[in-house]
């Protein structure tokens, strides 16, 4: 199976498909599947624009919405994960995950599918130690801080994950596990990125409940995205009883959507399809979810889980497929649950923020295996009280936004390129990009040593985004090809960069993309009157806790 990986999509959907379309015209196969790995911004319609972590002027429509209306159909089966920069409210309404549009499935805070024989895990969101242990208790409207508390991992959906069995070949997160920066191959991720040093050196750089699920569950591959920069290693796990050699797993991390930069890429996994894949629920995820539905917590306070593990017997199993007639696949009738994107929505330049909106997915997910919807109990704690109370905060005038989806910034995000001095501006009050860990006995106490790696270095595993992968990280069953090789460049052309344009840059100099590209907000660069996008200072990380 063809299966592509991209990193954060930022709402650039009809940019990523582009790419693959124009790749199959410069004779390259057509994609079976698509892996998105978080900030994927499902953005319906503008009240969903509200529940982003972004400053105003920076939420756009972008690219979903007419994927979401029909006008738009996706051309090869996606599935993603959610970042810190998505439209929570929507996929609060998804749990369990499910379908955003046809043929784009979402898989929850935490979830299992199989897609043509391959057995895919993932965790959406990104780790803060303050809110690890919290229930999933946010519901909209949002205060500010449950704006951004609705996409931290929670220990549940990570315990939960922690009880399977059987590795699964792919696992999917946005932010990096903790402790795949160690070896020789960070050499030159630091050349890239200098300022990663003092978390790379201190063992910080990562989420330590995704290190621990690393650890535990040894997938085939780990994907991620998040810090906005390619970097490939192979894992090299501790050699258990029974085996003749230690399990591996190959890590990449992709960038984000944009010019010249390196955020897909292609690999085969598994077996050939002589037909489109279709989605399957994973029987022993969904026994796993149902031995655990009593934990299920919409609290804002701390939550105490067992140490004891969930142990599954055949009886299980087989009560799942009872539930499920014997039949595992995801059902596909997808229905919108909200009015999509119009500008006659927009009524005196303000939006009501959005409302809490079951979804006829979830309760039949629910009602099927008898789970408890965590969405609902946290609609009915908010109650309909706080909900009023928090209107008068979050209208807000969008009439400097920009709804026509043409930009391709997020601003919440650090343009992790740049490193440049000066006076702080609108787009660095949102800190994104570091995943400082608190690996305290206080913030989580399942993390083992970080383990050794491959001697490979990321070079010799993957080679650059304009050649295809090597042997050393692609086994037999794994290849890539020279048609994917320059994945990068229709999309440089698409924004309107012309060839003498994509020259190489200066390490601290960001260009604008041109075109579709949208604006960049930074400091003035006097030599070529282009804008340059500074970074904090790196004391702040260690005196305040950013997204």
């Not at 994104?432 to 990321?458: E, K, R, V, W, Y």
Request: glycine share 8%; hydrophobic share 35%.
């Amino acid at each position: 199976m063809r299966v592509a990986v991209e990193g954060c999509c930022h709402g650039e959907l009809d940019k990523i498909y582009e790419t693959l379309a124009e790749a199959v015209q410069q004779g390259g196969k057509p994609v079976d599947l698509l892996l998105c790995c978080g900030d994927f911004q499902a953005v319906r319609n503008e009240s969903d624009l509200l529940c982003m972590a972004v400053p105003p002027k920076y939420r756009h429509m972008q690219d979903f919405h007419r994927y979401y209306s029909g006008e738009k159909q996706a051309p090869v089966l996606t599935v993603f994960i959610g970042g810190n920069h998505e439209a929570s409210n929507h996929l609060q309404e998804l749990p369990f995950g499910g379908w955003v549009a046809p043929n784009i499935y979402y898989m929850g805070y935490a979830g299992v599918l199989c897609v043509g024989g391959i057995r895919i895990a993932g965790l959406s969101g990104i780790y803060k130690g303050h809110d690890y242990y919290k229930g999933h208790f946010e519901c909209p409207p949002y205060s500010q801080d449950c704006l951004r508390s609705a996409y931290h991992v929670r220990s549940l959906d990570v315990y939960r994950l922690m009880q399977l069995s059987n590795p699964p070949d792919v696992f999917l997160s946005h932010d990096w596990p903790l402790g795949v920066t160690v070896g020789s191959g960070v050499a030159g991720l630091l050349r890239r990125k200098p300022f990663f040093a003092q978390e790379v050196e201190g063992g910080r750089l990562g989420s330590p409940p995704a290190g621990a699920l690393l650890r535990k569950l040894q997938p085939s591959y780990w994907f991620s995205a998040h810090l906005h920069v390619k970097y490939a290693t192979i894992v090299q796990h501790q050699l258990e009883e029974g085996q003749k050699s230690p399990q591996v797993t190959k890590f990449l991390a992709l960038d984000k959507c944009l010019p010249r930069r390196e955020f897909l890429q292609v690999l085969e996994l598994g077996l050939s399809l002589n037909s489109p894949p279709k989605l399957e629920y994973d029987e022993e995820w969904l026994a796993i979810m149902q031995a655990t539905d009593h934990l299920t917590c919409a609290s804002p306070h701390n939550q105490l889980l067992p140490d004891s593990v969930v142990k599954l017997c055949a009886d299980d199993l087989s009560r799942v497929r009872d539930l499920l007639s014997g039949d595992l696949a995801v059902p596909t009738s997808f229905s919108p649950t909200v009015p999509f994107y119009s500008p006659k929505n927009i009524v005196g330049g303000k939006i009501k923020p959005p409302v809490p909106v079951p979804s006829p997915q979830t309760a039949t997910y629910c009602r099927r295996l008898g789970l408890t919807d965590v969405f609902t109990l946290a609609a009915a704690r908010a109650g309909h009280g706080l909900a009023k109370a928090s209107n008068s905060s979050l209208i807000v005038n969008l009439s400097s936004a920009d709804l026509s989806g043409n930009s391709s910034l997020n601003p919440d995000e650090i343009l992790l390129d740049d490193d440049v001095d000066g006076d702080e501006t609108a787009a660095d009050e949102e800190i994104d990009g570091i995943c400082l860990a608190d690996t305290s006995d206080s913030a989580l106490n399942i993390l083992p040593s970080p383990m050794p790696l491959h001697n490979s270095t990321p070079s010799e595993v993957f080679s650059s985004f304009l050649s295809p992968a090597p042997s050393s990280f692609l086994d037999d069953s794994v290849q890539s090809d020279n048609a994917f090789s320059s994945c990068c460049s229709p999309v440089s052309r698409d924004l309107g960069e012309t060839e003498d344009s994509m020259e190489s840059e200066e390490p601290d100099q960001t260009k604008s993309s041109g075109g579709s590209g949208g604006k960049r907000v930074g400091v003035s660069d006097e030599r070529s009157g282009e804008r340059k996008i500074k970074r904090r200072n790196l004391d702040i990380y260690a005196s305040q806790d950013y997204d």
